[in-house]
T-cell receptor, first 113, second 111 residues
């Protein structure tokens, strides 16, 4: 079955530091890949997505590239802000954007001033 | 603000009881999915409803059941509650084949 493995947290960074959160996946076909973010007390929000190999998803300074050869979708940001503090989830779906998402366990990011 | 609202926000139930959680989907959305998020884990897919019909189910026992109404709002029912059912239950609504928008969730505690 499908599975997502992401970097264990928590991750603590200083403001303006470089962020990488690793994510690898196992899937039978050619899934779509997603990063979701969960701010304290809020629901999940889609941060970015990629639907085929070599696609790069980007949003709010975050980027992730769909690497089929390494089955990876690592999240990066060049300069984090305190407001980026949240839990980040990597996810995949075999069937598009809204069906049967398989999530990783989440990575808590704390950014200090 | 996603427009997906869930009620109640918190709930405490006793083992063996039944519970109903509610979700109002965002305007224009006809698909609702439910997820269970245990503490420290990622959300797990329970099932999805499309136009009032179940449209796929994850690895959850039959005591987890649902409904979708003509206005596309939805209910999640859990019978014979167990301690391991304690979790955050998330509802997500979407239009067909589009991005899922999540509500803030219902925190269920089973004692």
């Amino acid at each position: 079955g499908n599975s997502v493995t992401q970097m264990e947290g928590p991750v603590t960074l200083s403001e303006e530091a470089f962020l990488t959160i690793n994510c690898t996946y196992t899937a039978t076909g050619y899934p779509s890949l997603f990063w979701y973010v969960q701010y304290p007390g809020e629901g999940l929000q889609l941060l970015l997505k990629a639907t085929k190999a070599d696609d790069k998803g980007s949003n709010k300074g975050f980027e992730a590239t769909y690497r089929k050869e390494t089955t990876s979708f690592h999240l990066e940001k060049g300069s984090v802000q305190v407001s980026d503090s949240a839990v980040y989830f990597c996810a995949l779906s075999d069937f598009g954007s809204n069906y049967k998402l398989t999530f990783g366990k989440g990575t808590l990011l704390t950014v200090n001033p | 603000e996603t427009g997906v609202t869930q009620s109640p926000t918190h709930l405490i139930k006793t083992r063996g009881q039944q519970v109903t959680l509610r979700c109002s989907s965002q305007s224009g959305h006809n698909t609702v999915s439910w997820y269970q998020q245990a503490l420290g884990q990622g959300p797990q897919f329970i099932f999805q409803y499309y136009r009032e019909e179940e449209n796929g189910r994850g690895n959850f026992p039959p005591r987890f059941s649902g409904l979708q109404f003509p206005n596309y709002s939805s209910e999640l029912n859990v019978n014979a509650l167990e301690l391991d059912d304690s979790a955050l239950y998330l509802c997500a609504s979407s239009a067909r084949d589009s991005e899922a928008f999540f509500g803030q969730g219902t925190r269920l505690t089973v004692v």
